[in-house]
Every structure is written in C-alpha cells, then in structure tokens.
C-alpha cells in the first residue's frame, strides 16, 4: 500500500508541475475582435449583427438544447473569464445554470451591475408575469415572466439595442459603426416582419397547442391562439389525465397544430397529433436549433414557414 | 405652491414682526424689507435644500426601480477623455502587479471595476434584500438485518437544512447553511463569504466550508448521487465529509489552450476540530500551544475537457496533510475522475455519467509497536438517466481503513431515483456492504429517502 501512496504523491507532483508550466507560459493578448459570450444562440445570432466584424459572438448553450437546462460546464467558466461582453436572455430563464458560471468566471465587470453585463430583457415588457400567490405548486414557472421572447422580431430589435448598448459601453471607439449597424438590423426586421405578418395573415386566430408555455410572444405578435401546453404545468412531465385532456380541448376547438422544440420527447406530441388529426411541427427555440436557421432571419423565416405551411395543410381537416 | 406658500410665511413673519417687536415704525419700515429678505433667503435655502433631497430620494427611487426591474444601473459610457483619466487614476494607485495575465484576463486585473459587481445571479430576485432562504429536507428509511447499524429499521428525519445566501457587498457574497440532524444540536454545516472581484483570476473564502478535496466532498448530502457517501469517503472524512473553519485561495490558471485549471488551497483548523467555548476567555490551567503543523493544510487542482459537443472528462487531484504536534500525523492524496455523455442534439433528457475517486492514506501514530498504516480505498459508480424524470444508478466501493493494518470495506449498490421536478426526489436503493469494523460482517441495507427543496430556483454545481 505504500508504493501505492508513493505513485499517488509522483501524480500528484506531475499534475503540480504541469499547471505550474502552463501558468508560466502566457500568450501576448492579441484580442483584436471583442469576445462576446451569450447564453444563448439567439443572443449571439443578433451581437453578430450589431457587432458586424468587431465581434466574435458564441453561445454556451447549443440551438438544439433546452436553454432551461445546460450544464454549467467549467470549460464555460474559461469563455465568461475571456469575455469582453455578456449577454443572458434574463428572466430567470438560466437560474438553474448560469450563476455557477459567473459565480466562477473570476471576470467581475460581467457581473450583475457591471460594465461587460447585458440583460438582454432590459425595456421587453415581459408577459405572464405571475399574480397572486407564486409557489412551486404551479410547476417550475418563471417568477419574472415569460422569458421566451426572442421569436418575436420586435423583441429582436431590442435585443439588438441592448447589446449595441453595450458594445458602445466597453468600445466607444466604434459608437458609430454599431449604431449604424443596429439601425440597419431594427430596419431589416420592420422590413421582414412585413412579410412575415403577411403569410401568417390568412391564419389570424388559428388554435394552436406547444409543448412548453413558450410561443407567447410568437402567438400575441402574429395573432395565433394558443390554447394548451403538453406540459401540464411548466416543466412538468405530460401525465396521461392532462394529454387526455388537452385532446378533447383541441377537439372541441379545432386546434390543429401542435409546436414542439426538438429538445422535447415527440412521441407524446404524435399520440396527441394522432388523436387529434393534427400537425406536429418541430421548430427551433434558438437559431441553428434545426439546420439551415444559424442567423436571425432565416431564424424567423423558416419558423413563419412552417407554421403557415402546416396551418395551410390542415385547414380543411 | 412653493411660491404661494413662501409668501404666507413672508407675510406671517411681517406681522409677527409687528406684534412681536414694539419698535418705532420708521425703524421697523426700515428694517422689514431687510428681514424679510433674510427670512426670505432662508426659506429659500430650505426649499432649496428639500427639492434637493427630493431630487437624491428619486433618483434612489429610481435606481431601486431600476435594481428591481433588473437592469443595471445606467452605465457611463467610456470616453476618450474618461479613458485617459482612469489611467491617470490608475497610474496614482500601488501598483497590482506585473503584467503577465492571459488574454481578458488583464483587463480584469488592472481595471478594478467601475460599477462593482453585485455577486453572481442575483440580478432578479425576488426577494428586496433579504437574502434567498432555503429549506432542505431529508427524510430516509434504512432497513436491514445487521444490528449494529444506527437507526437500523425506523424512519428518520435524518437532516433538515436552512440556507441564506446573498450579496454582501459589491465584492463578497455570502452562502450559509444551517442544519439539524436528527439527534444532534443544530450546527452550522458552511457559514463562508466569497470574496468575487480580487484581481489575478483569484478568488477567495473565509469561514467554514467543505473542504476541497475531490468530488463527492464538496456536495451537500442533498445533492449527492446516493442516499449515503461513498465507504471510502466517510472511512477518511467521516459520515458527513470533510469540512473546517478557516480560508481558502483559488486560482484560475490562465493557459494557452484556454483549457479550465483550477488550483485550489485551503488551511482549516484540523480535522475533527471540535472546540467549546468562547474565543479568548480565561482559561484555569493554559492549553498547549499551536503551531503550523496544527493546521490541516488542503490542496486541490482539477481540469475539464471537451472530448466533443456530447462527451466531457473531468480529472482532479487533492492533496491533505495535517501533522499536529501531538496526535496522529496525516497525509491523504486523491485522485477523481468523471465522465459525462449527453446528447445535445437529442429528443428528451438521457445522460450518462461515470464517476470514480482513489484515496491513498498515510497515517503515522507515533505510538509504540506498528504505527505507519498506508492505506487506499476508492468508489466507482454510473448513473443513467432514462427519462425527464428518472435516473438508475449502481455503486462499487472498496475501502482499507485508514489507521488499520488490512481491515477493510466493500459494497455494491444500485438504485432508483425519480424526480418529478427538481425540487423534490424520491430514491430507493439496496446497498450490500462486508465490513471488517462491524462483528457481524455482511449487511443487506435497504435505503428508502425523499428529499426536497423549498425557496428561490438554487443553481446546480456542475
Ligand atoms: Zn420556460
């Protein structure tokens, strides 16, 4: 048992060394382009377009993952220690993951209240913001509101005022050049949104149910009803008594569609589907959630794609 | 109506002027204009003085607002002019320290924050300073047919945790955790601040804390894989783990490959420290002094990588050593190891994870006959997580004794966990343990445990 010590403790030096080497061997800084880190890919998507060539946007969480539920990865912690910039959806949506990170980050402007922090939610008028008593009795909800806002485009150029903010903040040097590009974003997006209202128009009032409380914004911005959720209450599991529920409601009102992001079991949604005669679409909560949406727009376009195309297809049912 | 107002104090004034002061009206004709206008500058200054103080309570109405809308107070935009300015200010402060700092590290080090921070998450809360409050829960049910095992075939309410966490400032946050195990008198479980904003990457503790030595060591018994901690853990560091009173440095080491390092030291009091009585009251016959070999000194580095998107490895290595001037001398080393599977790109919730810890013992008695004992021991389990809600799992363990000459412990365990929502968790398990400490060797253990958690959404440590 001894030589067992002997090669724990020549490990141990081993590792000691090793670190003591890598401390020792510093790169020059050669930041040439700001290095802003988001929660998720939303946020990134749109600090590209504000940021343009001055930035280098990444997400921590991946479009096809639940942004409720990351693992607060070390490797996460190195990237917040690095940033120039933070930007988090807000809302509470990350409280389960990202305070380990900033926690750990050792990078104190990205912060709360410091200069390198965004909250992307700043000035969105959040919906759903629970009344009367908030307990856990009503499922995991978010105590601050929905914070699946970024499908709505005028959200978006929020979004986009937000992070130009603060880029402004920590590089007044080019005050001119992300005003310009923000400016041009929130023009694009009037100029989009146009289009997008347009080929959702013919289906104003269209009955929809999604898997999570989360097409709020989506719904109240292009006029669709949405009617019930998969989960019975936020974050809780399908039960049987509440599917069988939500498909006599969706019988008795002509619901024919049913959302789910591709993070969420869709054996359940093709029971319900099947019962109901109706359409399950899978659609992105974050750009690059489904191939093809790496950027806003194509973000926003193939959502609006698909939830005309499958409300188009189940009209006559 | 500030101007109305002053002008019916003016004009009580004049007459109390008349009623009071019975002086020649040439002279009070005189004299009025003048003490009115000293009345008048007086009132103005007050007036003054209080539309001031109404402008502070608005602008700290506002900030609150701000503060509870969960936007950061309105930032100062960084001009050229106030660029230079900081650096001359910077350039009058002691200076921090050589300049050998990764990228963005550098900025963290040599700009002490402008708008400090906060602490971490607490941005929206939905408590107005009061600290987040928690309660934690534990209630468990051991069946077995070995005797010998405490609160063997009865229900406990094994423990139950209060937890206050917050800010204390703009550079430290506070975590404590109270708990009341059953049969015991309450303790504080960690009581520590985290100093957040010191430059270098470092970060610091003070109070009392888990000890950073491996994996399992650091978890809460809530938050642990299993309904007890592993045999080799609890033969080192006892039924609860390792824990002390004093500080702790950490260092995030910056490297070339943006690879997480973290190196870790800590110096607690020593290990089982139980002390009674107040810090400096008159003692009848003097204790025997300390020295440095008293303390227990704790060393910790671990390092993460990415194999791909889905896959993770976690190593880590802890180093403990504690020669007390009389007593027994320890040196403990550790070696831990995880591995992570999830699916980013997947349908529902399934995720692996392996996760084993070595512990080489070195114990020196200093008594007569056989007194150096080396010892190892060491755990291994997998967890699999079937669906949104469930998780299956099995343990190994194998422990020697430290302080013992070949008496050892194995077990084997798997179990169960189901979890509606992550606040609340039933588990079941049966654990076959052989141990040589126990006269009756063999014992099969039937664990039976829901816990849950009340209070603000906690973060998961990773
Ligand atoms: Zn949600």
Redesign the pocket.
């Known amino acids: 048992m001894k030589k067992m010590a002997v090669a724990g403790r020549r490990a141990f030096a081993l590792v000691g060394g090793v670190l003591l080497l890598a401390a020792a061997e510093l790169p020059a800084p050669a930041a040439a382009k700001l290095y802003v880190v988001t929660t998720t890919p939303d946020l990134a998507a749109i600090a590209r377009e504000v940021g343009g060539d001055k930035v280098e946007a990444e997400s921590l969480a991946l479009g096809t993952q639940d ?2 539920f990351v693992d607060a990865k070390p490797s996460f912690i190195v990237k917040l220690n690095r940033a120039d910039l933070y930007v988090k959806r807000g809302l509470d ?1 990350e409280v389960g993951w990202a305070p380990v990170l900033e926690k750990g980050a050792r990078n104190p402007d990205i912060l709360y209240g410091g200069r390198r922090h965004v909250d992307a939610s700043d000035g969105i008028a959040p919906l759903e913001i629970p009344t009367g008593v908030l307990s856990r009795a009503l499922g ?1 909800v ?1 105590p601050f509101g ?3 806002y970024q499908r709505d485009p005028i959200a978006a150029k929020t979004i986009a005022k937000n992070v130009a903010d603060g880029l402004i903040r920590i590089d007044s040097d080019n005050r001119a050049y992300y005003e310009q590009r923000r400016d041009d974003f929130d023009r694009r997006i009037d100029e989009r949104l146009a289009g997008w209202l347009q080929e959702l128009a013919p289906y104003r009032g269209a009955k929809i149910v999604t898997y ?3 097409w709020e914004y989506f719904t109240a911005r292009f006029g669709l009803d949405s009617i019930g959720e998969m989960e019975p209450k ?2 809780v599991a399908p039960s049987p008594a509440h599917l069988a529920e939500l498909i006599n409601l969706m019988i008795a009102q002509h619901a024919k569609l049913v959302i789910r992001e591709p993070f969420y079991p869709d054996n359940l949604t093709r029971v319900v589907a099947e019962k109901t005669e109706a359409t399950v679409v899978t659609l992105p909560e974050s750009p690059g959630g489904v191939p093809g949406t790496d950027d806003y727009f194509s973000f926003m376009d193939y959502i609006v794609k698909q939830v005309a195309h499958a409300l188009q297809e189940t009209k006559g049912r | 109506m500030a101007s109305r107002s002053i002008a019916t104090r003016l004009a009580f004034e004049k007459r109390r002027l008349w009623h009071l002061r019975l002086l020649p009206v040439v002279a009070l004709v005189a004299l009025a204009p003048i003490a009115a206008a000293a009345n008048e500058t007086q009132e103005i200054r007050e007036l003054r003085k209080e539309v001031g103080e109404l402008r502070d309570a608005v602008r700290e109405l506002k900030g609150q607002l701000r503060q509870l809308k969960g936007q950061p107070p309105a930032p100062v935009a960084t001009t050229e002019q106030e660029k230079e300015l900081e650096a001359e200010i910077r350039a009058a402060m002691p200076p921090l320290a050589p300049g050998t700092l990764a990228p963005g590290v550098g900025a963290v080090a040599a700009a002490p924050p402008v708008q400090p921070a906060v602490g971490a998450g607490i941005g929206k809360s939905s408590s107005i300073l009061n600290p987040d409050i928690s309660f934690n829960g534990d209630f468990t049910f051991l069946g077995t047919d070995n005797r010998q095992l405490n609160k063997a075939n009865r229900f406990s309410f094994r423990e139950a945790e209060v937890g206050f966490q917050a800010p204390i400032d703009p550079y430290a946050r506070a975590d404590a955790f109270i708990t009341f195990d059953e049969g015991e008198s309450p303790g504080v479980e960690e009581a520590y601040a985290t100093f957040l904003t010191l430059p270098y990457n470092l970060q610091a503790r003070i109070g009392k804390f888990r000890l950073s030595f491996g994996k399992n060591n650091l978890l809460h018994r809530h938050a642990l894989s299993q309904t007890d901690r592993p045999l080799a853990e609890v033969a080192n560091f006892g039924e609860e783990g390792l824990s002390g009173t004093g500080i702790g440095v950490s260092y995030l080491v910056p490297n070339p490959w943006d690879q997480y390092v973290l190196v870790t030291g800590e110096v607690a009091n020593g290990l089982g420290e139980e002390l009674e009585g107040a810090q400096g009251i008159p003692l009848e016959r003097p204790a025997p002094g300390r020295s440095l070999d008293d303390f227990v000194y704790v060393g910790h580095a671990q390092s993460f990588f990415d194999l791909n998107a889905n896959n993770n490895i976690e190593v880590g290595g802890s180093f403990l050593a504690n020669e007390p001037r009389s007593g027994t001398d320890t040196r403990v080393y550790g070696v831990d190891l995880t591995y992570r599977w999830r699916p980013l790109a997947q349908q529902g919730y399934r995720q692996f994870l392996w996760r084993s810890e070595g512990y080489f013992t070195h114990q020196d008695t200093h008594a007569a006959g056989r007194s150096v004992f080396d010892t190892s021991g060491g755990y291994t389990y997998g967890e699999y997580r079937l669906g949104q809600t469930q998780w299956v799992g099995t343990r190994v363990d194998w422990t020697e004794i430290p302080g013992t000459s070949g008496k050892k412990e194995w077990g084997v365990y798997p179990y169960f966990t189901f979890s509606p929502l992550e606040f609340g968790y039933f588990r079941v398990g049966y654990e076959y343990v052989r141990s040589d400490r126990l006269n009756d060797k063999d014992s099969h253990r039937v664990w039976l445990q829901y816990n849950f958690s009340i209070g603000p959404h906690a973060a998961h440590a990773f």
Request: aromatic letters at 0%; glycine letters at 8%.
């Open positions: 942004p409720h949506l995991d978010h929905n914070p699946h999570h409380k989360s936020p974050g």
